[in-house]
């Protein structure tokens, strides 16, 4: 289960949890009695049954959610996902720990020593799709939500007496110029998130997770999913709507090539300008 997958599914748990309190919430498949649960997203979470407190006498309440069966998909084959054009996303939670906010308070502190500066408003901004990433399905469509670095680029150099760009980095990452980065884990890097104002980047794990904390943000999606699928109404979302979109593409693909072409920095800034002033 993606990360972002598994942020959605908490909305889900917080809607079910509401309807039927004194049900347990199990993630996983019914059939196969197996729960899938992510500890990374769902830790803490009170919704969620975690798994070594399942009991199977109780009332319980399936969300089904996993690899290979997901709400927002109505087929799929190898080459493509067919997406459920009725399905809307499920804001997420996440239930942090004083000990990971305490965590997270040190780097952004850290980050403005080193910085140097008396700029107040942060931007989480995610720039890479790495499909080398050890946690990237290469075929998940992952190579056509990509833009160009040196656009990312024009875009923090434009705001870089405003704004304190600050990124979570990986292994063989795209690094901006400009931007303090960190090496943490996905729920680390969230709890970092909390602390800023903005989130600027691709639809993706991160993308729900600003969702999730109430983040404001500037979401690319190019033309692979609808924002209406996968997207919040909240956020200031970056679609091109041509022929063939969505296409859904699980392999690279001239379509999405044109539609990332298509997204210049110009129509970014103005994004990130109107977050800015809301």
């Known amino acids: 289960m993606g990360y972002g997958d598994s942020i959605m599914v908490t909305g889900m748990a917080k809607a079910a949890k ?7 919430i199990i993630v996983g498949d019914r059939k196969k009695l197996l729960s899938y649960y992510d500890h990374i997203i769902f830790n803490n979470n009170p919704n969620i049954t975690v798994e070594s407190e399942i009991d199977l ?9 996993y690899q290979g069966k997901r709400s927002y998909v109505s087929n799929a084959d190898k080459n493509k996902f067919y997406w459920n054009e009725k399905y809307r996303a499920f804001k997420g939670e996440f239930f942090f720990t004083h ?13 403005k020593k080193i910085s140097n500066t008396k700029l107040k408003k942060i931007i989480f901004i995610e720039p890479s799709r790495n499909t080398s990433h050890k ?12 833009w160009e670095i040196k656009k990312w680029q024009k875009v923090v150099h434009y705001f ?7 990124q979570s980095t990986y292994k063989n990452c795209e690094i901006l110029d400009g931007v303090y980065n960190f090496d943490l884990s996905f729920r680390k890097a969230c709890v970092v998130m909390s602390l800023c104002n903005f989130y600027l980047g691709w639809e993706g794990g991160f993308s729900h997770a600003a969702a999730a904390l ?15 699928t996968t997207g919040y109404n909240f956020h200031h979302n970056i679609y091109i709507d041509i022929a063939g979109s969505p296409c859904g593409m699980r392999t690279y693909c001239k ?4 539609c990332r072409n298509l997204i210049t920095t ?13």
């Open 18 to 24: 509401k309807k039927y309190p004194d049900y347990q």
């Open 57 to 65: 006498s109780k009332r319980t309440i399936w969300i089904e959610e």
């Open 255 to 258: 379509h999405c090539e044109e």
């Open 266 to 278: 110009d129509q970014v800034i103005n994004k990130v300008e109107t977050m800015l002033a809301s």
């Open 160 to 166: 870089k007496n405003k704004i304190l760009f600050i």
């Open 214 to 228: 109430d983040k404001k943000a500037v979401v690319l999606f190019g033309g692979y999913i609808h924002p209406k």
């Open 135 to 146: 946690n990237a399905d290469k075929n998940n469509g992952e190579e056509n939500k990509k």
């Open 99 to 111: 000990k990971e906010i305490r965590f997270a308070q040190s780097i952004i502190n850290k980050i």
